[in-house]
């Protein structure tokens, strides 16, 4: 567990998923992809080095450009990287942000 900060990106231990935090919450947040906890950007993933497979139950993927944020919505990443693993906080699995449309100009 590690306290988030807005602007930090995380990386996935399990596949090459990458995240950019937009809004996080106060004190220390649990995120993990692909069933394993998210590492700071450029730091070497898993336990020595070792790829750790990923969960089947959280294999849903994240796709780049798409916003995830927590039930509560206390937290909202930003993928930068797509990959094979499912976010998830505290063992939620976080929600795709819907957009919203725009109005119409003419």
Request: proline share 2%; hydrophobic share 45%.
């Amino acid at each position: 567990m590690a306290e988030l900060k807005t602007g930090a990106r995380l990386q996935s231990a399990v596949c090459a998923g990458e995240v950019m935090v937009v809004t996080a919450p106060q004190g220390d947040v649990d995120i993990t992809c692909g069933g394993a906890a998210m590492v700071a950007a450029g730091v070497a993933g898993g336990s020595g080095g070792e790829q750790v497979a990923i969960d089947a139950e959280q294999a849903v993927g994240i796709v780049i450009g798409k916003r995830y944020i927590s039930q509560d919505e206390s937290l909202e990443v930003l993928c930068v990287k797509a990959g094979e693993g499912s976010l998830a906080m505290g063992g939620n699995l976080l929600l795709l942000k819907e957009t919203k449309q725009l109005p119409k100009t003419d």
